[in-house]
Structures are given as C-alpha cells and as structure tokens.
C-alpha cells in the first residue's frame, strides 16, 4: 500500500556530498522507522542508517556515522539522508524502506522497498 522512492543520486568525486530523498506515498509514513541500506556489486545489502518514527532517535553504522545524517519530514512524507565527505567505499545502490523495530538492521526486517537510487564516488 505504501510505496517509497528513493532520488537524489548521482557521480561525485571523493569528499563531495549528495542529499537523498524517500519519498513516500501513503498516510502511515510516520508509523514506521525509516532506513536506509546500500548495496554494492557482490555484495550484500548493508545497513546504513535509522530514524526513528517521530524523528527523535538515530542510528548509523560506524563507517558513517559523523558523515551522514538521516533526516524525516513526516509532514511530507519524505525521509532524507545528507551525506558529506563521500568516499569511494560509499559507492553503492542505497535504498530506503521501513521497519516497526527501531534497533533493527537487518534488511529482512524491513519492508516497502523503494527502486534504489544509485551513488558513484571517485577518487
């Protein structure tokens, strides 16, 4: 019923920055936690950041934490993720989804899916 989309990727060179965006459609966007994870060829969807379903807890893997920032507007219903000091290893298809378990980073506890939206980093 609720279904994401994820924009706002693109090529950048190491130490740049991108803002995504998850846009939701649907009334029920602030019940869920919002995550992002990422995929990179070969390898597994990774956790990548939380938030929380009012916006007042997050959660980040170590990589990122202090580069990227997770974000939501639930009057838009719309997540963001604010990533700064971009780096090659970021390089990835991120995706947005969510879940009804705040600690969670595992993606099977995850649901709604958004396409992805694909994240290039250069040296």
């Known amino acids: 019923q609720v279904q994401l989309v994820e924009s706002g990727g693109g090529s950048v060179q190491a130490g740049g920055s991108l803002r995504l965006s998850c846009a939701a459609s649907?009334?029920?966007?602030?019940?869920?936690?919002l995550g992002w994870f990422r995929q990179a060829p070969g390898k597994e969807r990774e956790f990548v950041a939380s938030?929380?379903?009012?916006?007042?807890?997050?959660y980040y893997t170590g990589s990122v934490k202090g580069r990227f920032t997770i974000s939501r507007d639930n009057t838009k219903n719309t997540g963001y993720l604010q990533m700064n000091d971009l780096k090659p290893e970021d390089t990835a298809v991120y995706y947005c989804?969510?879940?009804?378990?705040?600690?969670?980073?595992?993606?099977?506890?995850?649901?709604?899916w958004g396409q992805g939206t694909q994240v290039t980093v250069s040296s």
């Open positions: 938030i929380s379903s009012s916006g007042g807890n997050t």
């Open positions: 649907g009334r029920t966007f602030s019940s869920y936690v």
């Open positions: 989804a969510f879940s009804s378990f705040l600690l969670s980073t595992i993606a099977s506890r995850f649901h709604s």
